[in-house]
């Protein structure tokens, strides 16, 4: 299984990577009028979005609706002793970046207190594959199975909802998928929103 994942990663990376800046430019701009007014972010306080990279859906325009609308922003920073454990830190118009050791700017963590997963509402996770059964292929180095594995121990554990932002070029009809694997309670490509865990909450 773990060739064909690797494979099925590469795949999918690249189909993403061959869109243009315009065809990335408008699915970020259609992903935020999809979800601005929608009720999963209407009722959370606290939401975790993530910088783009790797030709992943830019869910920053959603963010400045975000800050209109008062609600608190946060980005995932690699923990600095919790082996691929992610903590979430404050993003507004003034947060200062620098890269991490994957090239991938975060907030410098030292300017406000960072919060652990279990304190946000909802978040907007990135992935390379995904399947409507709320299946996720993320790129390999399990921080978001690792630091969201509460919500499998736990399975009545409602918060945060986790909420996948896709290209509609990255579905595929069924994942391998491993027992360490956590689903997401649904996917939201430029195109629509894809409910499975959350139908009775909408």
């Known amino acids: 299984m773990n060739n064909s994942r690797q494979n099925l990663r590469r795949q999918l990376r690249q189909r993403r990577r061959t869109l243009s800046a315009n065809d990335q430019r408008r699915a970020g701009q259609q992903l935020t009028r999809q979800l601005r007014n929608h009720p999963w972010l209407t009722r959370a306080a606290k939401v975790a979005l993530y910088w783009p990279a790797d030709g992943e859906l830019d869910p920053r325009p959603l963010a ?11 980005l995932p920073v690699l923990h600095p002793w919790l082996k691929r454990q992610l903590w979430f830190t404050p993003f507004t118009p003034q947060t200062h970046f620098r890269r991490n050791r994957f090239g ?4 410098v963590a030292h300017q406000s207190a960072p919060l652990s997963a279990q304190h946000l509402d909802l978040v907007l996770t990135p992935l390379v594959g995904f399947d409507r059964s709320g299946g996720r292929l993320g790129m390999g180095g399990g921080f978001y199975d690792t630091t969201f594995a509460f919500k499998r121990r736990t399975p009545g554990h409602r918060k945060p909802k986790l909420i996948g932002l896709a290209h509609s070029c990255q579905e ?13 309670d649904a996917v939201v490509t430029e195109r629509e929103v894809i409910v499975g865990r959350l139908k009775s909450d909408v």
């Open 104 to 107: 991938i700017p975060e907030p």
């Open 64 to 74: 400045k609706e975000l800050w209109r609308a008062g609600i608190k922003c946060y």
């Open 172 to 184: 595929v009809e069924k994942l391998p998928l491993e027992a360490w694997d956590i689903p997401l």
